[in-house]
């Protein structure tokens, strides 16, 4: 251990004598950041998470360049596979859970915008305009994570965007088709003065078809998925409970 420390250590002190060793050094770890921005940057923002980003990037790259070696080389040296398991472990956990929130994220949002689409119709129909109707949907009480997008539409429209410019960067944010649609749909009507209202009310309809679709593909797959647990777990046992005290018998049997 003191060895490796040492060869660390001088490794460390050449890397930052030496330009050319430092000048690669900085090349790769400015490649690795612009991957992981270009890769994850989308799923951190469809996430909803607060974090400043890029801090999140600078400590997972200094994680991968710096405490990631230190860590292999310590469970190489030990040859400790639960040293060596756990840093893999470490490395592959941040960006997973990153892509698991924002799948969930997306699936809450995309369950919640048909009776959010409902309600802005209903509004529209009784008068007020697209953004009026997002005023008063934001008013309510009862707030949940789509109604916060919408306050986002809202502060967007009100430094000058356009509605559509505003629903299609909903859609780059979260990167839900639907929301695209809407872009689509407010542009059209504008175009051609339809109305907005019945527009979101047959996406409404839409995507309450596509989430009964989802719902039942999901119900297919249900059975099959039961047998993992059933054949792994349950199916021994039972076997176990019936076969053992018959086993118990006739070796009991065979002895004699």
Known sequence: MIVFIGMLIVCTIALGKHEYLD?????????????????????????????????????????IFLGLPIVLGYALILAN????????????????????????????????????LDLLSMIMSAGNDLYGALITLCQDKES???????????????????????????YERNRISAFENLANAIETSEVYGTSISFVFKEQAVQIR?????????????????MLVPLLGLIFPVTLILILGPIMIDLLALVSN
């Open 23 to 63: 000048s690669i050094y900085s090349k790769q770890r400015a490649r690795f950041k612009s991957w992981l921005s270009s890769h994850i940057e989308s799923k951190y923002i469809e996430s909803g998470l607060k974090y400043d980003f890029q801090n999140l990037v600078d400590l997972y790259t200094l994680w």
């Open 81 to 116: 596979a639960f040293v060596l398991s756990g840093a893999l472990l470490i490395t592959y956990i941040p960006i997973s859970l990153i892509r698991i929130v924002a799948s969930g994220r997306k699936d809450h949002l995309f369950a919640l915008l048909p009776n959010e």
């Open 144 to 170: 949940n994570i789509l109604r916060q997008e919408f306050q986002r539409v809202i502060k967007t429209m009100d430094v000058g965007v356009s509605r559509t410019e505003a629903f299609q960067l909903l």
């Open 209 to 225: 078809q596509e989430l009964f679709q989802h719902f039942e593909l999901r119900a297919q797959k249900a059975p099959f998925k």
